[in-house]
């Protein structure tokens, strides 16, 4: 084989992903001179990262194995192009070893570790295999090869409960799984193994001992291929859900700086094990006293801004200039941590709803400038297209400070700032972490959100006076900006009439509470708004992004999209959802039962739990699918008998379509 393709200048980048880290990559690449191509499914032809690329190639349909998971047909885009170098970005096929060998078998160059790395470092076993021999300090765990249920349970019960269970090629939390029993670990295996296979194409798993109260701790390295290999300090990803990285910083705001040497140390160590070239992640955990090495990611981390602004350095950059064949810019001596960085992972997801996906169009997209120590990673833009065949990440914020407590407040600013509308994003549920005190106090560890979860999604705030006046200023403002478009238009003015002083009653309400009614008094003189006793002087002052309101002489600032009859609102005492009550009646909405068993999100079916005709507890697992690459489980709504299962594994649902019926027992009211 010709080993000269592995390292050198190429003028085209191909990069074989999508979304926010797509984007990512082309930037960085355009800004040193590189040709872009970008590649699409069928459901991303009108993406963000298609549009920014010089050049863009259709792989096949929205499904990632039919399109972003196809290897010859990425190989093919790069041969239509005329690229020279393919860029994995991350998730997808950035830690597969046969991508990066037939990327080499095409004479491509691979913008990452060679096959060779990723296949003895990428393998989470193989990985502990071999730091255990370079005397990295491990997790007590299984890591064999013998992957029968016996075995895997033998393992669990010398290691001791609680256990985790884990797949060997994974990441982002699939795969994994909490064991806490015994009776636990067969199904957690068969759903953990299933989940695996889907995401990876590999089952394989391992076990070890689930470290309580535990925090993650990653070390960011890159190598060259004249030898050189450098940390680049270490990230805190501690703030977790289901294994899923929500918050991350630089430096660990929980290691003092002899610990920072110890950990950085050994992730050179560990890296150096396989003499690594490209950028790439050294995992740990702790336990509060000691660290232990977890597993290796051989390629960039959703969360490496937050090194790069500690440290000045851009690492896409570095990436690229590694797999020129040039030698790294700096040594590890030359190195600086300056400041403290926070990111925040911004989802299409409904945190009241267990975090379900969320899928649509984006309706309204307002993120805050990025200035005074604000960054924003985004993957979509106003109008995009959000589908349920892929990760449901729409964008990265990230914030700067010389100090952690500022770094927070940044962000916290920013995501206060942020209007994304069309679908549910998990915006104010990062907010609410940022502002916790245990986060801002750093008394937190991996299990932390699971336990705040009450405190972090509260129940809908009903609105006050000020939240009222906005709604009805909203809607008065919108009609006045429509009328515009009319110059002779009376309608200019609030609610003009021919003669005398008119009212217009306004009723809104949260969901199905309720109603709350607010009047506009009009015509003869100014305007005034009334809230119960109280009549109220106003006045509205359009602006970017939203309106000043001014009541009694008050000034503040309103963020408000209408959408219908639908309102969303943001004042300073926070996000209001309301529902404007038709004055003219109509009013229409189909309310579904909590007993129908239906698809939350369209989806494929990947297990079914129960038999017809069996005997149900509220709560038991009926059928499970995959939305999203996550597993989701539809349970019984309550105690019953399970009449009918209407689909089959492999079938592909659409949202709202009925899957199963379940007839009441009587049992409970």
Known sequence: MDRSNLYRRFRTLLIANRGEIACRVIRTARAMGLRTVAVYSEADRDAMHVALADEAVLLGPARARDSYLNVERLIEAARKTGAEAVHP????????????????????????????????????????????????????????????????????????????????????????????????????????????????????????????NPRHIEVQVIGDSHGNLLSLFERECTLQRRHQKVIEEAPSPTLNAAQRETVCAAARKAAGAVNYVGAGTIEFVSDGKDVFFIEMNTRLQVEHPVTELITGIDLVEWQLRVAFGEALPLKQDELRLNGHAIEARVYAENPTKNFMPSVGRISTWRLPKETGGLRIDAGYREGDSVSPYYDAMLAKMIAWAPTRDVAIERLNRGLEDSDVRGIVTNIPFLSALMTHPKVRTNAVDTGFIERELAVLTP??????????????????????????????????????????????????????????????????????????????????????????????????LVAAVIDGHELYLRTRNGRFDLHWVDPFGGESEEHVGEDK????????????????????????????????????????????????????????????????????????E
């Open 597 to 668: 068993i239906a698809a939350p999100l369209p989806g494929t079916v990947v297990a079914v739990l129960a038999e017809e005709g069996a005997k149900l507890e509220k709560g038991a697992p009926i059928l499970t699918l995959e939305v999203m690459k996550m597993e989701q489980t539809l349970r019984a709504p309550f105690a019953g008998v399970l009449k009918a299962i209407k689909c089959k594994v492999g079938d592909i649902v659409q949202e709202g379509v009925e899957l199963a019926v379940v007839e009441p027992s009587g049992e409970e």
């Open 89 to 212: 970005g991350y998730g997808f096929l950035s830690e597969n070893a046969e991508f990066a060998r037939a990327c080499l078998d095409a004479g491509l160059v691979f913008v990452g570790p060679t096959a060779g790395m990723m296949t003895a470092m990428g393998s989470k076993s193989g990985s502990k295999a071999l730091m255990e021999k370079a005397g990295v300090p491990l997790v007590p765990g299984y890591h064999g090869e013998a992957q029968d249920e016996a075995t895997l349970a033998k393992a669990a019960e010398k290691i001791g409960f609680p256990v985790l269970v884990k797949a060997s090629a994974g990441g982002g939390g699939r795969g994994m799984r909490i064991v806490r029993s015994a009776a636990e670990l067969g199904p957690a295996i068969v759903s953990a193994k299933r989940e695996a296979k889907a995401a990876f194409g590999d089952d394989t798993m391992l076990i070890e001992k689930y470290v309580d």
């Open 459 to 556: 129940a809908a705030t009903v609105p006050g006076e000020l939240e009222l006046c906005a709604a009805v200023a909203a809607i008065v403002n919108e009609e006045r900006q429509a009328a515009q478009a009319d110059a002779s238009s009376p309608w200019q003015t609030f609610g003009w009439m021919p003669v005398g002083r008119r009212q217009r009653s306004f009723a809104f309400r949260v969901g199905h509470g309720a109603e709350q009614k607010i009047a506009l008094n009009y015509g003869g003189g100014p305007s005034t708004l009334v809230v119960g006793e109280r009549e109220l002087a106003f006045a509205i002052t359009p602006r970017e992004g939203g309106f000043d309101l001014t009541l009694d002489g008050v000034k503040s």
